[in-house]
C-alpha cells in the first residue's frame, strides 16, 4: 500500500506502543496514509490524551510498562470513552484475544503483522463505528429497545451497559428478528471478518448477551438453534 491509499474515513489515531521502533514505523506509516497521529510509550499518558481528545480509532499495545493494556482499555470503557480501539499484541491464543474483546476492543492484531492489515484492520472497525452512529432512530423487540444515534440498549426500561462489539451484535439480531442468523453471517457484518470464526467466540458473545438481558426479563429472547445458529425471538 503506498501513500496514495489513504484513509479517507480515518483522520487522528492514538498510538500507545511502548517499542520504540515499532512505534516509530508505524507511525510513519500511517502518517504516509494521510493520518494524523499521536504516540506515547506510557498506559497513563494515553489515557490522558484518550479521555482528553477525540481520536477515529486507538491503537494499543498490551504490554505496557506502567500499566497492562487490558486494564488501560477497560479504564477507558469505564469512563465512558466509546473510541474503537485495536490491540496489538505477541499473544496470539483464542483465549487472550476473547478476555481483549471483553474489556472493551474491537479487533486484535497479533504480532508481527504487515502494516498493510494494520491499516486493513483500523479501517474495519472505524467503519462498523460511523454506521453505528449513522444509524439514527431505535427499534424495540418485546421489552428490548435500542437507541443507535445514542448509543444505548434498554430491557424493560433498565440501560444495560454493553461493549462495542456486544452492542454491534444485539443491534444486528433486532434488525433482523425471529430469523436463524448463521455463525458465517454473524461474523461478516458484525466484525466484517473474510472467514468464520471459531465457534467459541460468537458463543460467548451471545452468552455475555443473553446473561445481560435475562437479568431484566424471564423471557428468552437470544434462543441457539443447534446446528445453525441464533435467533432473536419477538415477544409475543
Same mark, same amino acid.
Request: charged share 25%; hydrophobic share 35%; with cysteine.
Given at each position: 500500500?503506498?501513500?496514495?491509499s489513504?484513509?479517507?474515513?480515518?483522520k487522528?489515531?492514538?498510538?500507545?506502543?511502548?517499542?520504540?521502533?515499532?512505534?516509530?514505523?508505524?507511525?510513519?506509516?500511517l502518517f504516509?496514509?494521510?493520518c494524523e497521529?499521536?504516540?506515547t510509550?506510557?498506559a497513563?499518558?494515553?489515557?490522558?490524551y484518550a479521555i482528553?481528545?477525540?481520536?477515529d480509532?486507538?491503537v494499543?499495545?498490551l504490554?505496557?510498562p506502567d500499566?497492562n493494556?487490558?486494564?488501560?482499555?477497560k479504564n477507558l470503557?469505564?469512563?465512558?470513552?466509546?473510541?474503537?480501539?485495536?490491540?496489538l499484541?505477541?499473544?496470539?491464543n483464542?483465549?487472550?484475544?476473547?478476555?481483549?474483546?471483553?474489556?472493551g476492543?474491537?479487533? #486484535? +492484531?497479533?504480532?508481527p503483522?504487515d502494516n498493510?492489515?494494520?491499516v486493513a484492520? /483500523? =479501517?474495519a *472497525?472505524?467503519?462498523r463505528?460511523h454506521?453505528?452512529?449513522?444509524?439514527?432512530?431505535?427499534?424495540?423487540?418485546?421489552?428490548l429497545?435500542?437507541?443507535?444515534?445514542?448509543?444505548?440498549?434498554?430491557?424493560n426500561?433498565n440501560?444495560?451497559?454493553?461493549?462495542?462489539?456486544?452492542?454491534?451484535?444485539?443491534?444486528y439480531?433486532m434488525?433482523?428478528?425471529?430469523?436463524?442468523l448463521e455463525q458465517?453471517?454473524?461474523?461478516s457484518?458484525v466484525?466484517?471478518?473474510?472467514?468464520?470464526?471459531?465457534?467459541?467466540?460468537?458463543?460467548v458473545?451471545?452468552? #455475555? +448477551?443473553?446473561n445481560k438481558?435475562?437479568?431484566?426479563?424471564r423471557?428468552?429472547? /437470544? =434462543?441457539? *438453534?443447534?446446528?445453525k445458529?441464533?435467533?432473536?425471538?419477538?415477544?409475543?
Open positions: 500500500m503506498n501513500s496514495n489513504t484513509m479517507n474515513s480515518v487522528r489515531i492514538l498510538l500507545i506502543e511502548d517499542d520504540n521502533s515499532l512505534r516509530t514505523a508505524i507511525e510513519a506509516y504516509k496514509n494521510g497521529v499521536d504516540s510509550d506510557q497513563y499518558k494515553g489515557e490522558a482528553k481528545n477525540d481520536y480509532c486507538i494499543l499495545d504490554a505496557l500499566k493494556g487490558l486494564e488501560l482499555c470503557r469505564d469512563k465512558g470513552v466509546q473510541t474503537p480501539v485495536l490491540i499484541s505477541a499473544h496470539s483464542t483465549e487472550t484475544k476473547i478476555t481483549g474483546l471483553n474489556m476492543a474491537d479487533d #486484535y +492484531l497479533s504480532k503483522f498493510r492489515e494494520l484492520r /483500523i =479501517q *472497525i472505524v467503519r463505528d454506521t453505528n452512529q449513522n444509524s439514527t432512530g431505535k427499534l424495540s423487540i418485546g421489552e429497545e435500542i437507541d443507535f444515534y445514542n448509543r444505548e440498549f434498554f430491557v426500561g440501560q444495560i451497559n454493553l461493549t462495542n462489539n456486544e452492542f454491534r451484535l444485539i443491534g439480531m434488525k433482523n428478528p425471529d430469523r436463524v458465517e453471517e454473524l461474523s457484518n466484525w466484517e471478518l473474510p472467514v468464520k470464526p471459531q465457534t467459541n467466540f460468537i458463543n458473545y451471545i452468552s #455475555y +448477551l443473553r438481558i435475562q437479568e431484566h426479563t423471557f428468552e429472547y /437470544i =434462543q441457539t *438453534i443447534r446446528g445458529g441464533f435467533r432473536l425471538q419477538s415477544k409475543s
